[in-house]
């Protein structure tokens, strides 16, 4: 078949912004390399995230790039540009970011002849979303499907093919997380609890989520996997570690990326906040019961192939008030999470382990 000529042959592809946003790129750029194997796309991320692209097409190249220190001046993102156009002969550039930074590569881009597109964040249908009075409540578009727009503005096609980074149902391979546990026993169940998120308007109680570890740790034949970072994080975390039998904490050491994949592909479900954890999971094909608080699915964040009937969230009239969880409860007393009673997690965890007795 003939090549369409105005299809670019190496193409800039950016999104250097925070984990989840950059997890929720990954179904959507694999499926665009695999659907146009005859286009080398270039894809540059914070350094930090680079390790999180496995088993990526043959046609992808991921850059982690420090930004923070290397490239933080606008004359820097500049050299940038150039170092990348001549070692990758790039010829296009897609922004699937949309900040100040993007729109400064956009426009190099332009001024150098290049095609360019960025992506459209629907930022009057999120404030109409949030918004103390006259809400409109109805979902928006998928972060996801903003990405896809992109593409398809390029003129790419483009299927949905990705299945999962180790496949349709595939595992990654025991021997990858073999330091923190053993091989999963036959008729064993593995559960993964992400209770921290960036902003407290999506953080559960602490002390209410200690409750939910208590109660899936009594469950028989169960290991909980309990994933977080940062010191306060440890603290928690190894506290109900040591005080609950068949838990386990992975936020004593950074593991990496390939270590937390690997071993999120062997749960049989997770328990997160709307948070980056979610979106990892998802990668893997991990049903996650997800906790909402001040944000809301309707925003266009939920994880890849999650179900609304796995979703843990309150009907108030005032959610979502917040697209990324970050504004102060104007309440004052953030019920849209302290109203969720911890038995409404723990039976959404056991319709997921026991559909048959649930």
């Not at 790039?65 to 993102?77: A, G, M, P, Q, S």
């Not at 003129?155 to 997380?177: H, V």
């Not at 179900?307 to 990324?324: A, G, H, K, N, Y």
Request: hydrophobic letters at 40%; proline letters at 6%.
């Amino acid at each position: 078949m003939r090549r369409n000529n105005s299809i670019p042959r190496n193409i800039l592809v950016t999104r250097f912004s925070a984990l989840g946003d950059v997890a929720m790129v990954i179904p959507v750029l694999y499926s665009v390399c695999w659907g146009n194997p005859g286009t080398r796309f270039v894809f540059v991320t914070k350094k930090s995230q680079e390790s999180l692209f496995i088993n990526a097409p043959k046609n992808l190249v991921v850059l982690g790039i420090d930004f923070k220190h290397e490239y933080h001046r606008t004359i820097d993102l500049w050299r940038l540009f150039k170092e990348l156009r001549r070692e990758y002969n790039i010829d296009a550039y897609a922004d699937l970011h949309g900040v100040l930074r993007s729109y400064v590569l956009c426009g190099l881009a332009a001024l150098s002849g290049m095609k360019c597109h960025s992506i459209r964040k629907g930022r009057l249908n999120k404030r109409a979303l949030t918004r103390s009075r006259n809400k409109v409540m109805l979902p928006l578009i998928s972060s996801r499907a903003r990405y896809r727009e992109v593409f398809f503005r390029f003129g790419f096609s483009m299927n949905e093919t990705f299945k999962g980074l180790y496949g349709e149902g595939g595992k990654a391979d025991s021997a990858e997380f073999a330091s923190v546990a053993p091989p999963k026993a036959p008729g064993e169940k593995w559960i993964g609890i992400a209770p921290f998120a960036k902003h407290p308007g999506k953080i559960y109680p602490t002390d209410m989520m200690e409750h939910v570890v208590e109660e899936l740790a009594k469950l028989p034949n169960v290991k909980l996997f309990l994933f977080g970072g940062g010191e306060h994080e440890r603290k928690v975390l190894g506290e109900w570690a040591g005080k609950y039998p068949n838990v386990t904490s992975l936020a004593d050491k950074r593991h990496g990326f390939p270590f937390e994949l690997a071993l999120l592909s062997h749960l049989d479900t997770m328990v997160s906040m709307d948070s980056a954890n979610m979106h990892l999971a998802s990668l893997v094909g991990v049903r996650v019961v997800s906790v909402w608080g001040a944000t809301h699915p309707y925003c266009g964040f939920k994880g890849f192939g999650q179900q609304e009937t796995d979703i843990v969230q309150l009907p108030m009239t005032c959610r979502p008030c917040s697209v990324f969880g970050n504004k102060p409860c104007a309440r004052g007393d953030y019920y849209c999470l302290a109203g969720i009673p911890p038995s409404m997690i723990v039976n959404k965890v056991m319709k997921v382990l026991f559909p048959e007795e649930n």
